[in-house]
Nanobody
């Protein structure tokens, strides 16, 4: 059964860092492009970052460029999101998933709350 488990969220102060982890199981992982997405309270889910299957090509939303870094470990079926200089606008539930369809069923996400 395909499954995604995100972890690493929590309550942080503005300017602090956090590393999110996403572990995938039940389907092939290493040959696909992966992404992190987030959903802030009252807003739709939005793209944050993507990484191609080799890990050599990444893209970022303008709002996180220069502060967030996406990476992956294909040997562990895991995608990471290193978040630095967090700001209150980064408060959201963060999710990972494949970039293209058919995606995994969405996981429960991991909540990041940034206080000013």
């Amino acid at each position: 059964q395909a499954q995604l488990i995100e972890s690493g969220g929590g309550l942080v102060q503005a300017g602090e860092s956090r590393r999110l982890t996403c572990v995938a199981s039940g389907r092939a992982f290493s040959s696909d492009d992966w992404g992190w997405f987030r959903q802030a309270p009252g807003k739709e889910r939005e793209f944050v970052a993507t990484i191609n299957w080799t890990g050599q090509r990444t893209t970022y939303a303008d709002s996180v460029k220069g502060r967030f870094t996406i990476s992956r470990d294909n040997t562990r079926n895991t995608v990471y999101l290193q978040m630095n200089d967090l700001q209150p606008a980064d408060t959201a539930v963060y999710y990972c998933n494949l970039v293209a369809n058919p995606q995994f069923p969405w996981g429960r996400g991991t909540r990041v709350t940034v206080s000013s």
